[in-house]
């Protein structure tokens, strides 16, 4: 039987695995990918709350939607923030982090 | 504007109008200086002769509630009235005198805006009314004074000579502060007249009221130079000679005197402090007296002699004779500013040379300065009846005598016979024998501009002290001879005069270099450096010890220690602030995940 505890154990993980990536990672594409992980780490603990939490023998379905829109609004952003990526590359030719320091100077 | 109104502002605006715009034109300033004073010395005149007493409001100063008012009050009594007299007809001598012996100096007009400034200033101490007025036109004199000592600042004994006499000056005054407080505070009242009421009305008795006498008579000690402060007045002979006669002779140091004379009813009601009073004016007279017989200065001499006399005048308040102290001011203001005016003479045509031992034989080339001085020195000598200064002193003599002060006689005796044993000895170097170098040598008689206010002072030098002359102007302020001139008194004097020449012109005539050499005198008893010693004693350290808290907990600790502190944290905080998109991203992880801790726990 699979138990609210382990989806957020997953949950927890993913996201766990999502920061590091985000903190730790010099290449944008991959932190860019870490973020995407951070988001699904939360959708899952949505999703898990949701199915656990009845009401009246019913799923609370608030949950699911909200999650929902989050998958939209995060295919929206993914959409932007590939753009600035690849606007990025074409003007630095780098995908490197520690190299798009200009405000740094 | 009434008259007393305008003698009190016009010099002030004489001064002003030159400092701010005619600077540029010296002939122009002088003649307005010149010409401000002539109409102020007429207006004084006029005053005189209209007998009036008066006080005039100009208006208030401070008020506040109803026991705090300090008005600008013109006091026009027999007492201001005469002492305007001195003041203005001295001040005009002196211009005119100024005028020629200023001439072609750089500083001129700077020089002739001091004298209008300082008249101003004397003005307003000799009417005022009140305490605080008299205070502030006390230390107005004062700055007059610095400016006049110290006209040629590029000289350093100059520029010292005056920050000494303005500093000197700063310790009396701080007594005067006070003494004025003190009796404002067992009398609320600051005019002269309201202090008195309040003083014979019994508000203020017994050793307060000693010691606010003695506070206020600490301003004479400074203004008038008297022991221990007295160390200023001989070197404030660095500035012009003009000033000398005018400032630090006839009028400025007299205000002390002057200052004592109105408050005198402080020391009727005041024995102790009399006593007190008499004692320093007695011990000036005498030491002065000492030192000037070894000075080899000319107005180092008189500077001396000033001191002295000042020291008359304020023995004889101390006694308790006002009157006759008010009549010593008036014929020593004549005499001493001839004779300072007859040595700036000297000194003019010797190429400013002022030791007496390089002069000799002038009395054929300057004669009609020759015998101006000798009138002088005559009238300080105190020559029996032909001279004015006779009769202030045996005023004052005799004024020892029925104080039944029989040493404060004698003292003032031994001064007398000094007196004639320095005078002598000036006079005998300065003009008999031969020329003793070339300046003097070259001398000859000076110009008009100078030789006028000569022969026009000697005039008074010799009937001041007559009655028709000195008690029109003194008016009650002029003692009154009981009985025979011819008593104890005056044999005295002429006892001390006669020894004196006699002694002097012995031990001078025909003598190039001086024969007597008294060391303690000629280093005017060891008062400078003593002085030194004493600041450096009572200054230094504490200022080492202040030096020190300053560098530890002031620079150190406070200013720069802030600083650290800031800078530190600075530094410490800019590690954190790398720039690095990811270390922040770490860092908010790291404080989400405290948070989440916070929460749980």
């Keep these: 039987m699979i138990t609210l505890n382990d989806y957020l154990l997953v949950s927890g993980l993913l996201f766990a695995i999502g920061l590091a990536g985000v903190v730790l990672r010099r290449n944008i594409i991959i932190i860019f990918m870490c973020l995407e992980m951070m988001l699904s780490a939360a959708n899952l603990s949505l999703v898990a709350f949701s199915r656990f939490n009845t009401v009246n023998g019913l799923p609370d379905y608030n949950g699911q939607m909200l999650v929902f829109f989050i998958i939209t609004v995060a295919a929206a952003e993914v959409a932007v923030g590939l753009a600035i990526i690849i606007a990025l590359f074409r003007a630095r030719r780098t995908v490197h982090v520690d190299d798009i320091d200009a405000m740094k100077h | ?601």
């Design chain 2, 1 to 601: 504007m009434s008259h007393a109104e305008i003698i009190l502002f016009l010099p002030l605006v004489t001064a002003a109008a030159i400092l701010l715009g005619l600077k540029r034109s010296a002939t122009v300033s002088a003649l307005l200086s010149t010409v401000s004073v002539l109409v102020t010395f007429l207006l004084s005149i006029g005053l005189l002769l209209k007998g009036q007493d008066s006080t005039e409001v100009i208006g208030s100063w401070i008020r506040i509630g109803d026991f705090f008012n300090i008005d600008i009050t013109l006091k026009l009594d027999a007492l201001s009235r005469g002492m305007m007299i001195v003041v203005t007809t001295i001040g005009l001598l002196v211009h005119i005198f100024s005028l020629g012996y200023m001439k072609g100096d750089p500083g001129k007009a700077r020089y002739f805006a001091g004298l209008s400034l300082f008249l101003f200033s004397m003005t307003g101490i000799v009417y005022s009314d009140n305490f605080p007025m008299m205070f502030i036109f006390w230390e107005l004199v004062g700055v007059s004074s610095y400016i006049l000592i110290g006209h040629w600042y590029t000289k350093n004994s100059a520029a010292d000579a005056a920050k000494k006499a303005f500093l000197t000056n700063r310790i009396g005054d701080f007594g005067f502060m006070i003494g004025i407080l003190l009796l404002w505070a067992a009398t609320k009242q600051f005019s002269f007249d309201g202090v008195k009421a309040g003083v014979e009305s019994g508000m203020i008795t017994g050793g307060l009221l000693t010691a606010a006498t003695l506070c206020i008579f600490c301003g004479t000690i400074g203004k008038s130079a008297q022991f221990p402060l007295h160390v200023w007045l001989p070197d404030a002979m660095e500035g012009p000679t003009p000033v000398s006669a005018l400032i630090h002779a006839a009028t400025m140091v007299a205000a002390g005197v002057y200052l004592m004379v109105r408050v005198a009813f402080l020391i009727a009601a005041s024995a102790a402090a009399g006593t007190v009073v008499a004692w320093i004016g007695g011990l000036t007279a005498l030491m002065a007296a000492l030192m000037a017989t070894q000075q080899n200065d000319i107005k180092r001499v008189l500077a001396y002699s000033t001191l002295s006399q000042l020291g008359y005048m304020v023995m004889a308040v101390g006694l308790g004779a006002a009157q006759a102290s008010m009549f010593h001011l008036f014929t020593h203001a004549f005499f001493k500013a001839l004779l300072f005016l007859g040595s700036g003479a000297v000194i003019y045509a010797c190429h400013h040379e002022q030791n007496i031992w390089k002069m000799g034989g002038l009395r054929s080339k300057m004669p009609i300065t020759f015998l101006t001085f000798a009138i002088g020195t005559a009238a300080l000598m105190a020559v029996p009846f032909v001279t004015s200064g006779f009769y202030s002193k045996e005023a004052i003599l005799e004024a020892a005598l029925e104080h039944k002060s029989y040493l404060l006689f004698l003292i003032g005796v031994g001064t007398a016979f000094l007196t004639a044993f320095y005078m002598t000895r000036l006079v005998v170097v300065a003009f008999f024998g031969k020329p003793r170098d070339h300046g003097a040598d070259h001398a000859h008689e000076v110009p008009l501009t100078m030789l006028v206010p000569l022969i026009i002072l000697a005039v008074p030098s010799i009937i001041a002290g007559f009655h028709f002359f000195g008690g029109k102007v003194l008016g009650e302020y002029m003692p009154h001879h009981e009985g025979s001139m011819i008593g104890l008194t005056f044999f005295a004097s002429l006892l001390t005069l006669v020894g004196g020449v006699y002694f002097g012109g012995k031990t001078y005539i025909g003598k190039d270099s001086d024969p007597l050499s008294i060391k303690i005198f000629a280093n005017k008893f060891y008062f400078d450096e003593f002085y030194a010693k004493l600041i450096a004693a009572l200054q230094d350290a504490p200022a080492r010890a202040l030096q020190l808290i300053d560098n530890l907990l002031i620079d150190g600790l406070a200013v720069r220690g802030g600083a650290a502190l800031a800078s530190g944290t600075g530094s410490l905080l800019r590690r954190l602030q790398v720039g690095n998109i990811q270390g922040y991203a770490f860092l908010f992880g790291v404080g989400v995940l405290l948070l989440v801790c916070f929460a749980l726990i």
